[in-house]
């Protein structure tokens, strides 16, 4: 890879006035980034580490509000959300491996939004918030596609905010190569009505499934997703599936993970 | 019962210990005072014609020491093909020039065209960004079939084809062959493709070379099977370099599977730049550079028709191939689709007629060689997949039909062209069929149906050739190389003993093995012995590990210099005991006169050699150092029943590997516990093969499955426990040991078990399916299912 | 920059670029050669140290953002006396390893997995050597030598 500088402060805000030098990128646990720079896809002159934020480290339940900080990583979310939102623990101890969960955090994973992520599925649904340094943003907003997020320039995600569902399940079918999902649903039962998100499937990156939202709103059953069927078009198609087995399994994890729940 | 620590014992590995303390020594391990880093500029295209390379700017960047291209090579020759073909008109095969840097066109993405040298591997990879190449592309050929018509553009221009050779085999048989299938009671026909695969040994290649100015003396480190082959190409045919002026040390190996047999370019590079900046020089691959630069394997597209007759008979077999060279010739390419593949095509069958038909074609890709198993994969694969597809469209039980045509008679000559000394194929059946409960399948499968998911059984038989030999057949087969092996026996004073092997050990424990057999004959502690190997400077000319032959032929020779060693040892011990020689016999290391209770200890007998004060010094020379070269009769030819039980999830289509069972027939055996190991490690790679693996180009020769984010490695939880026997043992009948090889059995016999397994699963869920093509990954599994839908009950 | 942290019990410290891996530092600067490095996008495992009591890639981790840290690599694995550790003997005892590349990294993962959970069934350990890519043997042996490890009830008291 290029070198780099290399900062690592200690606080939000000198890390956002690291991020603010030219060609300055954002260091949250590197997993996916430092693979990317050695094969030089990335470039930055500075790297700032934002993993020695105290203030971006916990795993708090708040009430019904599960508030996970920015920089903490996918092992500690497994073991310390299990008891107030099992199914998003059960997502972080899933995501890659366990040397890859020690390191990579929720705050990088947002950020980055890969199309084949487990979390953004986990946000989405949940409905969740992403506190940033600078504001609050909503899952349905912060999503822009693959790759692609409502996060400005140097703007970093602090906190995000789970409103914790009645009962969730996340359901992941894996590519095998590189294990990431090839298509995976988190479907969650809130008071208000049930959310659907599938990953891993779509050119847009992660998607919420209005039609089977809405017929598991009014009955949260299986049966409810009779005849409702994510249309191919859009779906990815490479080595590992066609758009049209993408879109036959986020119907096939979905159904899982209703009647895991029911 | 097997002498503690001896033949047919499982003492622990030695090697283990300084794997398992991070001590071992590999070659990225090794660094050389001054030496600086080679970074290789690669094509990103697959076929062009390179117009210009601008290298000023590059050669001015920190740390850089020198810019190399073909102009450097004028005069430096090409990287040599060890194996000659010749096709069925008499012609011998097309053989294209291979520079070591692409000069002129670059020929498949990964081609090396320039290399930057620099004081630090990142100094030479930021100057290689600067390194500016402009290549005017060309169509990419990438298909074989179309490869063949006649406007193809072509890899090679001055060959005027892309057709490498066409070979039949039996030619004598073709019409035969043909007027039996044209008159038989039944036919089955079907098209496969073998995928081509990616070896991935864990460690990546390195070449580390210096060049002593003082004595014009080479050394190069290197990740090699067989570092005398690798000093005797590269020495002879690339740098004119004389084989006592070069030394090859291959040291601790992470893993071949046949991919480090070859001699590349690299390993040319780094020798020759050596002495050209007199500094070491060192490249070591990444994963991404390996799997543009490390030889394939497989890639064979196959139509292959079986003649029956109406009691399931087999009366003849036809076989139509074409194999992918990729861009150039790799060491043993040529080889690999012939002499290893057509040779098995009678597999374990009587089957009287074979004929065999082989067109090895050059395509924009990586050139392709030996993998695991090395055309024995192939010709299983087909055989025994056809076998299953006769039984169903026949109705005959798919063991059943392999039985009623199993060879039973010992020695057996194939039309084929070998001569299988010993097996027992209905013994290795029958214990597969017991140790996977067979009889319990049905009441399993009312199970799984019970939960929604379609269970299915696989079976596979195969027959295996190792140890190719012997030279002077090869030979006439093409082969540019005499495949014996060697070993020096040196003992010491004390009676300790040093082996030096020209087999290589890059996992397979010989240093354990081998030293299990020697102190077995001799009737030491093995711990007194001590297994040498990995370098020309220490031990004999030998050809190195591949094809499952270290035990078959490296441990003959090993056999045979330790019985000169014996019979040395025992004129001594006479002399000492004042006896006759021949009534010396040596027992748990001493020798004894028999029918007395005088004897004299190894040690003596050893000492007395290297301080010869009491000694026949007229008759026999001090010392007790003994060399032999082991040039096997014959292959030998392992076999085994192989099954495998399968769960599909009808509505992903992913398949669950519930259990499989090996049942194998490797001849005597030296050490179960590392026997089993090669077998497990053979049958997660058939497993790779059927079930994840694929190396996959798109038409514009782009590598898709680049790296372990779209090469799909099996992994622990992929995975089953395996059962494994190889108690059906019938004694290979030419070599010392009785040893016939297990290396590669895993990976031959299994791909074929687990397809039959997964269409067995899939017919008794009542979809028509009839054949799906490797890997068989989910999403191949349900589009197959969606295609041939539920056959009404 | 300046880098410093603690290897196997012993202060450690040296200049490196901002680019400089983990696994590069421990290699080049320390000579500790046990890491190995088998892949280039953080999936083959070989290079599996303990980073403050937690596995990581060390292939995947700056050198300088170890600063200050706990670092543990084969090379710490062994008994005080130099004799094998418990899981460490388990691989030799059940022929856990062939070619001995991924074997570091199947040992440190292993004793990352025995730690959270000492008695892991076989399903856990295969779910949990995810990140570890072995060529050689299949797994089957490794499976059964964490298994047998994790018998050991000295593990538990490490």
Redesign the interface.
Same mark, same amino acid.
């Given at each position: 890879m290029h070198d780099f500088d290399f900062v690592r402060p200690q606080t939000v805000s000198d890390a956002v006035r690291a991020l603010a030098t030219p060609d300055a990128q954002a260091l949250s646990g590197g997993q996916t980034l430092l693979p990317a720079m050695k094969v030089r896809l990335a470039a930055p002159a500075v790297l700032v580490s934002l993993m020695h934020i105290p203030d971006m480290v916990f795993v708090r339940a708040d009430g019904d509000v599960l508030r996970v900080g920015g920089a903490t990583t996918h092992a500690q979310v497994a073991r310390e959300a299990a008891g107030a939102y099992p199914a998003l623990a059960s997502l972080a101890a899933r995501i890659g491996d366990p040397a890859v969960r020690s390191r990579g955090t929720i705050g990088g994973s947002l950020a980055n939004n890969d199309p084949s992520a487990c979390y953004p599925a986990g946000v989405l649904a949940s409905n969740a918030t992403i506190v940033t340094d600078r504001r609050e943003i909503g899952a349905d907003d912060f999503f822009q596609g693959m790759f692609t997020t409502a996060l400005e320039e140097g703007e970093i995600v602090v906190e995000v905010r789970f409103p914790i569902p009645d009962a969730a399940r996340y359901e992941k079918f894996i590519q095998p190569a590189s294990r990431f999902p090839l298509t995976a649903a988190f479907v969650a039962r809130h008071s208000g009505g049930a959310r659907v998100a599938i990953t891993g499937a779509s050119e847009s990156g992660v998607f919420r499934w209005h039609e089977a939202e809405v017929a598991l709103t009014s009955d949260f059953a299986v049966q409810a997703l009779d005849g409702l069927a994510v249309d191919a078009d859009g779906m990815i198609a490479d080595l590992h599936g066609s758009s049209a087995y993408r879109a036959h399994l986020a119907g096939v994890m979905t159904r899982r993970a209703v009647a895991a729940i029911v | 019962m097997p002498k503690d620590g001896g033949i047919g014992d499982s003492p622990k590995r030695r090697e283990d210990v300084r794997f398992l303390t991070g001590t071992g020594r590999y070659s990225d391990d090794i660094n050389i005072y001054n030496q600086v880093y080679a970074y290789f500029v690669r094509s990103d295209v697959a076929h062009g014609r390179i117009a210009g390379i601008d290298a000023e700017a590059a050669a001015a960047m920190p740390g850089v020491l020198r810019i190399f291209t073909a102009r450097d090579f004028e005069g430096v020759g090409g990287i040599p093909c060890g194996w000659q073909i010749t096709s069925r008109d008499g012609s011998v095969m097309n053989e294209p020039k291979h520079p070591v840097l692409a000069d002129g066109k670059v020929r498949h993405v990964g081609d090396p065209i320039a290399v930057v040298v620099a004081e630090t591997l990142a100094q030479a990879r930021d100057a290689a960004e600067a390194v500016v190449i402009d290549i005017e592309d060309l169509p990419a050929i990438m298909d074989m079939r179309a490869a063949l018509t006649p406007d193809a553009p072509l890899v090679h221009e001055d060959m005027g084809t892309n057709l490498c050779y066409d070979w039949g085999f039996v030619e004598d048989n073709r019409q035969a062959v043909d007027d039996a299938i044209a008159h038989a009671h039944h036919v089955t026909t079907l098209e496969l493709r073998n995928n081509r695969l990616v070896a991935n040994p864990m460690e990546p290649r390195v070449a580390l070379a210096e060049w002593n100015a003082a004595a014009d003396e080479y050394t190069l480190y290197t990740t090699s099977q067989n570092p005398h082959v690798i000093r005797l190409l590269m020495g002879a045919f690339v740098l004119g370099i004389p084989e006592h002026k070069l030394r090859v040390v291959a040291p601790d190996v992470g893993g071949g599977f046949g991919s480090k047999i070859f001699h590349y370019a690299e390993e040319a590079f780094c020798t020759f730049a050596a002495k050209a900046l007199r500094r070491p020089v060192k490249w070591v691959s990444s994963r991404s550079e390996a799997f543009m630069s490390d030889a394939h394997g497989r890639d064979h597209v196959t139509k292959i028709e079986l003649a029956l007759d109406e009691n399931g008979k087999f009366l003849a077999l036809r076989t139509e191939t074409l194999a992918n060279m990729g861009a150039y010739l790799s060491t043993f390419a040529p080889s690999i689709p012939t002499w290893l593949h057509g040779t098995l095509m009678a597999g374990n069958y009587t089957t009287p007629l074979i004929y065999v038909n082989v067109k090895a074609v050059f395509t924009n890709t990586v050139p392709v060689d030996a993998y695991r198993g090395a055309g024995r994969p192939e010709a299983t694969y087909q055989l025994e997949r056809v076998v299953d597809k006769a039984a169903r469209e026949m109705g005959i039980d798919p063991v059943d039909l392999r039985r009623r045509n199993f060879i039973t008679e010992f020695p057996y000559a194939t039309p084929v062209a070998v001569e299988y000394d010993t097996g027992d194929y209905h013994a290795t059946m029958d214990k597969l069929l017991a140790l996977s409960d067979h009889a319990g399948f049905e009441a399993r499968a009312e199970e799984s149906r019970r939960r929604g998911m379609l269970r299915g059984f696989g079976i596979a038989h195969y027959i295996e050739a190792c140890g190719i030999a012997p030279s002077n057949l090869v030979g006439q087969l093409g082969a540019r190389a005499g495949l014996y092996e060697s070993a020096t026996v040196r003992v010491n004073a004390t009676g300790s003993i040093s082996v030096m092997t020209g087999s290589h050990s890059h996992g397979q424990g010989h240093e354990t093995t081998f030293a299990q057999v020697v102190g077995d004959m001799i009737g030491i502690d093995p711990a007194q012995v001590d297994i040498i190997h990995g370098d020309t400077a220490r031990t004999p000319m030998g050809m190195g590990t591949y094809g499952s032959r270290s035990i078959a032929v490296g441990g003959s020779a090993m056999v045979r210099a330790t019985e000169k060693i014996i019979a040395k040892a025992k004129k001594i011990a006479a002399h000492l005991m004042e006896a006759s020689e021949h009534d010396i016999e040596l027992k748990d290391g001493r020798f004894t006169i028999a029918g007395t209770d005088r004897s004299v200890a190894w040690g003596d007998v050893t000492l007395a050699a290297y301080v010869p004060h009491n000694y026949p010094l007229e008759e026999i020379e001090p010392g007790l150092e003994e060399t032999a070269f082991y040039d096997p009769a014959n292959f030998t030819y392992p076999s085994g029943a192989y099954g495998c039980e399968v769960e599909v999830d009808p509505q992903t289509g992913k398949v669950t590997v519930l259990s499989f069972t090996a049942a194998d027939d490797f001849g005597n055996v030296i050490n179960p516990m590392i026997v089993e190991g090669q077998v497990h490690g053979g049958l997660a790679q058939g497993f790779g093969q059927a079930m994840m693996e694929n190396c996959a180009y798109d038409a514009d020769g782009q590598l898709i499955s680049a790296s372990y984010m779209d090469y799909a490695m099996p992994r622990a939880a992929d995975l089953p426990m395996f059962t494994v026997d190889s108690t059906c043992a019938t004694p290979c009948t030419h070599n010392p040991l009785g040893v016939k090889g297990c290396g590669e059995a895993g990976a031959i016999g299994s791909p074929p078990a687990f397809v039959n397994a997964v269409i067995d699963a899939l017919q008794r869920g009542g979809h028509d399916v009839t054949h799906i093509d490797m890997p068989l990954t989910p999403d191949r599994v349900w589009e197959a299912m969606q295609e041939r839908g539920v056959r009404d009950a | 920059?300046d880098v410093s942290m603690t290897v196997n019990g012993r202060p450690a410290s040296g200049k490196v =670029?901002?680019?400089t +891996?983990l696994v590069h530092f421990l #290699?080049d600067d320390l000579h500790?050669?046990?890491?190995?490095?088998? *892949?280039?996008?953080? @999936? !083959?495992?070989?290079c599996?140290v303990h980073?403050d009591g #937690?596995?990581?890639?060390a !292939?995947?981790?700056?050198a300088?953002?170890a =600063?200050g840290a706990e670092i543990l690599? $084969? =090379?710490g694995?062994?008994n005080p006396d130099g004799s094998?550790s418990v899981i @460490?003997q388990a691989? @030799?005892?059940h022929?856990g +390893? @062939? !070619? &001995?590349? *991924?074997?570091?990294g199947m040992?440190m993962?292993a004793a990352? %997995?025995l730690k959270d959970d000492p008695h892991p069934d =076989?399903r856990t $350990?295969?779910?949990? %050597?995810? &990140? /570890? $890519? !072995? #060529? *050689?043997?299949?797994?089957? /042996? $490794?499976?059964k030598a964490i298994l047998a490890a994790s018998e050991n009830a000295s593990i538990a008291a490490q």
């Open positions: - | - | 920059m =670029e901002g680019r +891996l #290699r500790l050669t046990g890491t190995h490095v088998g *892949c280039d996008t953080s @999936q !083959c495992g070989a599996v980073m #937690r596995p990581v890639k !292939c995947s981790v700056l300088v953002e =600063e690599t $084969i =090379e694995m062994a094998l @460490q691989f @030799q005892d022929h +390893l @062939q !070619c &001995g590349f *991924c074997t570091p040992v993962s990352a %997995l =076989e $350990i295969r779910d949990y %050597l995810d &990140g /570890n $890519i !072995c #060529r *050689c043997t299949g797994y089957h /042996n $490794i499976v």
